[in-house]
T-cell receptor
């Protein structure tokens, strides 16, 4: 079993829809959670990061962490065709400070005009 | 832009030949990483460095070696390339000024024939 599980999709939604992307994890030592967006043939770019349980909002994006359930989500409101990309969750432990990340396999999102 | 440059961006090589990928950064970051990305696996850590001449293995290090003789350069070497090493390789740095977040380069596409 992988430490981080993410539904690969693909996920197709109409423009303006609310999108929910999810990851589950098994290692309770993970304390630092990130979402990356990756356009085709580009490097991953950091969207959001959070240390704590609860919600963190940035514009149309909301990251949610539920440590008791080992479950994280990314919500995209009013989705746009420019949001079409692969979304990767990533996480790591805080101790040791090496910064090593464990990634989900990514969810491919298509937003149709 | 985290000031990361990867070279070459694209390479086709034959099985059994040595290959070196270079990651160059301009902002004096201490931590540097090499990941590979494959369908169904997401991003997986190959090796990382925490300073000049200080390196350590990641989860998929077999068949790869690294070197860091200067702060700004982190080299990934495939001593004898195999078809299973056909992949996209991403270099990353850890930026300590922004919550120890990890930023990625644009990738190097390697095909071993």
């Amino acid at each position: 079993q992988k430490e981080v599980e993410q539904d690969p999709g693909p996920l197709s939604v109409p423009e303006g829809a609310i999108v929910s992307l999810n990851c589950t994890y098994s290692n309770s030592a993970f304390q630092y959670f990130m979402w990356y967006r990756q356009y085709s043939r580009k490097g991953p770019e950091l969207l959001m990061y959070t240390y704590s349980s609860g919600n963190k909002e940035d514009g149309r994006f909301t990251a949610q962490v539920d440590k008791s359930s080992k479950y994280i989500s990314l919500f995209i409101r009013d989705s746009q065709p420019s949001d079409s990309a692969t979304y990767l969750c990533a996480m790591r432990v805080l101790s040791g400070n090496t910064g090593k990340l464990i990634f989900g396999q990514g969810t491919t999102l298509q937003v149709k005009p | 832009d985290a000031g990361i440059t990867q070279s070459p961006r694209h390479k086709v090589t034959e099985t059994g030949t040595p290959v070196t990928l270079r990651c160059h950064q301009t902002e004096n970051h201490r931590y540097m990483y090499w990941y590979r990305q494959d369908p169904g696996h997401g991003l997986r850590l190959i090796h990382y460095s925490y300073g000049v001449k200080d390196t350590d293995k990641g989860e998929v290090s077999d068949g790869y070696s690294v070197s860091r003789s200067k702060t700004e350069d982190f080299l990934l070497t495939l001593e004898s390339a195999t078809s299973s090493q056909t992949s996209v390789y991403f270099c990353a740095i850890k930026e300590t000024d922004s919550g120890n977040t990890i930023y990625f380069g644009e990738g190097s596409w390697l095909t071993v024939v």
